[in-house]
């Protein structure tokens, strides 16, 4: 069951924090609650004035209280105003044991809100005050394991079991640093061997085989639950997460690691802030991944403004040198097509995106994602629809989540559709129905999911084209009747025939030749003709169920 503080009696306490100074709002007299009495409820200004002062021993359990219900930040304020509020009584009048057990306390708030260095100050502070205290040496332990300082965990519990050998679960303790440790040099050793596959691109970045990433990965994850802010560990994991293409978690990744222990300042320079017992850096390697993660997300700009950066710290670095080369060819070609596809020149900007995906490694799945879909939008614009199909694909392929690419595919299908045998035709406009549904799934824009329902409207009227009545006959209809029909419509219909007429005329008249011709190749067919009506007659059951 929760408490309230005025269950403790306490009314809450407000604080102003500047940094390191705490400035202490102090208590209106008549908020305090009259519950300190068992007679009657209300008191005079004089009898409350007589009251004795709020001690440590209540802010301590307004803190308990807080810390029970999950307020950490309340807390911590609470724990302060006890450890302050002890600190200035003479000390034969609080013990230093008391004292201690707040420092522990507020660093077990700490540490609930993932602020170790605060918990690890504070597990020292009451150290300072009884030396061998088990609960500040066990917390202060469990804190180093979670920032990864696995030696020092280990002393702190061996400490703790020398003075408290009654202490439960140390040995369980000591024996998980001790397999975290195993685990991590595990994940180094796999995490060493350079794949194959990219010492053909070493201007890209060193990197595992993708059965070794795997490998780390999974070690990887049995020890992080326990070393949360582990620098080196967390590392290693974005090294096996490039390793396997997933980017965006190791991109995510590397951002959490820069806000954990630095600050990366306008972009061209790194400061380390760390705690002084902390020895790891970020060196040029940790934003070469940063990088690549950039690019693999298909950001070249940020990669090649991140190239920059180290570059200008580190002008030797010839990793960093020749990613930036090689960033800057891709973006070259990749800007040279996009001009010439804005000036109309297609074929020329198809390509430029070739020799860019020539040049982009084969792993960076998200610009090359890119480049596909540019060289399908060319080639659809050239009206080479199955090749804009093709480029598509393989963009899809490569990032499934690809909105543009979908549109595409699903429009140059629906034209393929029109042009192609009747049976073949069927299967793209499928394909592009197929395509619109996942395109609506993805789409959170009002009108475009209008413009979609209309697509896909269009192709449920595409698949279900009436031959019989494009011609104007029926089944029971002979093939001399159909060719008739079919004569009759192709000479009244034939483009030529509106050689003069306006755009929309001619477009008008070549859709419906088109038709009439594909309703006659399917009806004059015997074979044709009964595939045809036996379709037919599955949609118009389907349709019934």
């Not at 403790?8 to 009259?34: C, G, W, Y």
């Not at 609960?135 to 920032?147: D, S, T, V, W």
């Not at 994940?187 to 053909?200: F, G, I, P, R, T």
């Not at 970020?282 to 990088?291: G, I, K, P, V, W």
Request: glycine share 4%.
């Amino acid at each position: 069951m929760k408490q309230t503080f005025e269950q403790l009696h306490l009314t809450p306490v407000q604080l102003i924090t500047n940094r390191a100074k705490l400035e202490i709002i102090p208590f209106d007299r008549k908020m305090i609650t009259s519950s300190f009495d068992s007679g009657t409820s209300e008191k005079t200004e004089e009898e409350l004035d007589e009251k004795e002062p709020v001690t440590h021993g209540m802010h301590k359990k307004a803190g308990n209280c807080a810390y029970k219900n999950g307020d950490y930040d309340l807390a911590i304020t609470n724990y302060t105003l006890a450890i302050n509020n002890a600190s200035d009584l003479d000390s034969s009048n609080v013990g230093s044991d008391i004292i201690a057990t707040y420092y522990t306390n507020r660093a077990a708030a700490y540490a609930m809100i993932l602020k170790f260095n605060e918990a690890l100050a504070d597990c020292n502070l009451s150290l300072n005050v009884i030396p061998n205290f088990s609960k500040a040496l066990i917390r202060k332990a469990n804190i180093q394991f979670k920032l990864g300082r696995l030696n020092e965990a280990k002393d702190s519990f061996s400490t703790a079991k020398n003075h408290h050998p009654q202490s439960a679960g140390i040995k369980e303790q000591i024996l998980a640093i001790e397999t975290a440790q195993l685990r991590f040099e595990r994940a180094e050793m796999m995490l060493s061997n350079q794949s194959e596959l990219l010492l053909d691109e070493p201007y890209i970045i060193k990197l595992p085989n993708e059965e070794d990433a795997k490998q780390a990965l999974s070690e990887i994850h049995e020890v992080e639950p326990f070393a949360i802010n582990w620098i080196e560990l967390l590392i290693f994991k974005v090294r096996a997460l490039l390793s396997l293409c997933r980017f965006g978690e190791a991109f995510t990744l590397t951002t959490r690691i820069i806000h954990l222990n630095y600050e990366f300042s306008d972009g061209s320079s790194t400061t380390l802030e760390k705690d002084q017992s902390d020895d790891v850096e970020l060196n040029s390697d940790f934003f070469l991944m940063r990088a690549y993660s950039f690019f693999g997300l298909g950001s070249i700009d940020y990669a090649l403004k991140l190239c920059r950066s180290i570059l200008r710290s580190d002008p030797d670095n010839d990793m960093a040198a020749k990613m930036y080369k090689i960033l800057r060819q891709i973006k070259k070609e990749k800007e040279k097509g996009d001009d010439e596809f804005n000036s109309k020149q297609f074929g020329s900007s198809i390509r430029c995106y070739t020799q860019a995906l020539n040049i982009c490694p084969k792993s960076v799945i998200g610009f090359r994602a890119i480049l596909y879909f540019n060289r399908g939008t060319a080639h659809n614009r050239l009206k080479d629809y199955e090749k804009a199909v093709e480029n598509c694909t393989s963009a899809l392929h490569l990032n499934n989540q690809y909105f543009k690419a979908y549109m595409l595919r699903a429009s140059s299908n629906i034209v393929l559709g029109g042009v192609i045998h009747l049976f073949e035709g069927q299967e793209y406009i499928k394909c592009a129905l197929n395509d619109y549904e996942k395109a609506l799934e993805l789409s959170k824009d009002e009108e475009k999911l209008k413009q979609i329902q209309q697509k896909i409207e269009k192709c449920n009227k595409l698949l279900n084209r009436d031959y019989y009545n494009i011609l104007g006959v029926n089944r029971e209809s002979s093939f001399s009747d159909i060719k008739k029909a079919y004569r009759k419509l192709a000479l009244r219909w034939h483009p030529d025939r509106v050689a003069n007429g306006t755009v929309l005329e001619k477009e008008n008249a070549e859709k419906i030749f088109r038709d009439i011709n594909f309703a006659y190749e399917c009806l004059s067919d015997q074979d044709n003709k009964q595939h045809y009506d036996l379709a037919q007659d599955r949609i118009a059951q389907s349709k019934v169920i």
